[in-house]
C-alpha cells in the first residue's frame, strides 16, 4: 500500500505473471536454437555457409570443416546460457517484488488518474527496482538463489544450471570447477513399465502413464560442457514445472499477511 496524502492504493501483484514472461522468453530460444539444428541437418548447409553474403563486398574464407563442425554444440551451449541467464532475470523481479513488500510498498510520487494509471506506475517502478538490482555487481547469482526460501534440492538444481552458464559465458564451454546438474524428464509407461522403444501399441485394458524421474549430468574440471537437444528441453521443463513455481510460491507465502 502507498500513500499520497490522504490517499492510499492497494494493488495485488501476481508473481505467476512473471513466471509467464519467463516460460516466453525461453520458447523463444529454444524455437531459434531448433531453427539452426534443423538448417545443419540439411544437405545444403555447408554449401550455403561457403556462399559469399550477397551485399558483401570483401568475405571471409572459410575452410569446408569449419562451416559445421561444432556448430550445433555451440548453439545448444548458447541457448543454455541464454535460458539460465532468463531464469536469474526472472529472479531479480521477485526479490524487487520482495523489496517492495518488505518496505511496506510503493510511494507514490506525482498524481495518479484511475487504476489502469496505477497498474502502469506499479509497473514502471518494477521493471525499475529489478533493473536495480540485475545491475549491483554485489549481487551474485548465487546470492539471488538463496534470496528465497525454498528447498536445498531446489537450490543446488539452480546453481548446476548458473555453473553451466558459467563455463559457456567465461571459460569457453570448459567446466572449471566439478559440479553436478539434475534434470527431470518425463518416461511414458504402460502398466508401471518403461516404454523402450516407439512406435508401441497398448492393449486393450493397459494402462499408458508419465512418470517423472530425476537423471544428473557430472562435470569436473576441464570437461567440455557438451549438452544434447534433449538434455535441452529437460533443462526447460525442470525450470518451467518445477524450479520456478518453487520460487513464485515461495514469494507467496511471504507475501501472506500473518
Request: include cysteine; hydrophobic fraction near 40%; charged fraction near 30%.
Amino acid at each position: 500500500m502507498n500513500d499520497l496524502g490522504d490517499i492510499t492504493y492497494k494493488v495485488n501483484v501476481n508473481p505467476s505473471f512473471y513466471l509467464e514472461k519467463f516460460n516466453e522468453s525461453v520458447g523463444r530460444r529454444v524455437h531459434d536454437m531448433r531453427v539452426v539444428l534443423r538448417a545443419l541437418e540439411s544437405s545444403a548447409y555447408e554449401q550455403l555457409a561457403m556462399m559469399k553474403p550477397p551485399d558483401a563486398v570483401m568475405d571471409l574464407k572459410l575452410l569446408p570443416s569449419a562451416t559445421k563442425d561444432g556448430v550445433a554444440s555451440r548453439q545448444i551451449n548458447i541457448c543454455v546460457a541464454d535460458i539460465a541467464e532468463d531464469f536469474f532475470a526472472f529472479l531479480d523481479a521477485l526479490m524487487a517484488m520482495k523489496c517492495i513488500h518488505k518496505n511496506g510498498g510503493v510511494r507514490i510520487e506525482r498524481p495518479l488518474d484511475g487504476r489502469d494509471d496505477i497498474l502502469r506506475y506499479i509497473d514502471t517502478y518494477i521493471k525499475k527496482e529489478t533493473g536495480r538490482i540485475s545491475a549491483d555487481q554485489k549481487i551474485k547469482v548465487p546470492d539471488k538463489i538463496g534470496a528465497f526460501t525454498v528447498p536445498d534440492k531446489i537450490k543446488d538444481i539452480a546453481n548446476g544450471y548458473n555453473k553451466i552458464r558459467v563455463a559457456v559465458r567465461h571459460h569457453r564451454g570448459v567446466a572449471n570447477q566439478e559440479f553436478s546438474i539434475s534434470l527431470y524428464r518425463l518416461r511414458p509407461t504402460i502398466n508401471g513399465r518403461d516404454i523402450e522403444n516407439l512406435p508401441v501399441i497398448a492393449k486393450e485394458g493397459e494402462v499408458v502413464g508419465i512418470k517423472t524421474e530425476i537423471v544428473q549430468r557430472h562435470f569436473k574440471p576441464g570437461d567440455v560442457v557438451a549438452l544434447s537437444e534433449d538434455e535441452v528441453h529437460q533443462i526447460v521443463m525442470t525450470l518451467q514445472l518445477i524450479i520456478g513455481p518453487a520460487y513464485v510460491q515461495a514469494v507467496c507465502d511471504e507475501f501472506v499477511e500473518k
